[in-house]
């Protein structure tokens, strides 16, 4: 009997002791999450400027243009699907604050969205900086996508694809009255 009450104790603290203590618990449930999903869909639906500048390179060869037809839906949809503020994610970001900037750290390396960036000033957007990271065994991207509101934006993405090499692209959009 006394060796039963022994093996089940040394059970359960074997069985403690190799739980996943490296796991960070972040506890979020207090901080409010910008909704980066709502603020762009506004700025899309906001959006006054009768053209843009739009500049691509593609690594050494660059195209600049002047547009007065476009579809700003279209052209700010990657900042749209870079939505973070999800509930089931609340947990899965680290948030830190200094001065008029706020960074959403992912914690979990599964996440395709590693880091957002949001500067205010008082309670203006001034910029927002996110940073995505997509790999597997035959391909790798990774993104950096800069928006400034009535300004423009930029998406810098660099990929990596086993057996067709590597490609940059920088995509520019200033928007012109």
């Not at 400027?49 to 279209?74: A, G, H, R, Y």
């Not at 700010?76 to 948030?95: E, G």
Request: aromatic content about 10%.
């Amino acid at each position: 009997m006394k060796i039963n009450l022994f093996l089940s104790c040394v059970i359960a603290l074997l069985l403690v002791s190799c739980s996943n203590s490296n796991q960070v618990k972040i506890d979020n449930s207090d901080i409010e999450f910008f909704d980066f999903k709502a603020f762009f869909e506004k700025e899309i639906k906001d959006f006054s400027f009768s053209k843009i500048k739009k500049t691509v390179t593609l690594n050494d060869q660059t195209e600049t243009k002047e547009l007065t037809e476009f579809d700003m839906e279209k052209e700010l949809n990657l900042f749209v699907k870079a939505n973070i503020s999800r509930p089931s994610w609340k947990d899965k970001y680290q948030v830190t604050t200094s001065g008029n900037k706020t960074t959403y750290k992912a914690i979990d390396d599964e996440l395709t969205i590693r880091e957002i960036i949001l500067e205010k000033e008082d309670t203006i957007v001034q910029q927002i900086t996110i940073h995505t990271l997509s790999d597997n065994t035959i391909f790798e991207a990774a993104k950096i996508m800069v928006y400034q509101p009535q300004k423009g934006f930029s998406i810098e993405n660099k990929q990596d694809v086993m057996l067709a090499g590597k490609n940059n692209i920088k995509i520019e959009v200033a928007f012109l009255k």
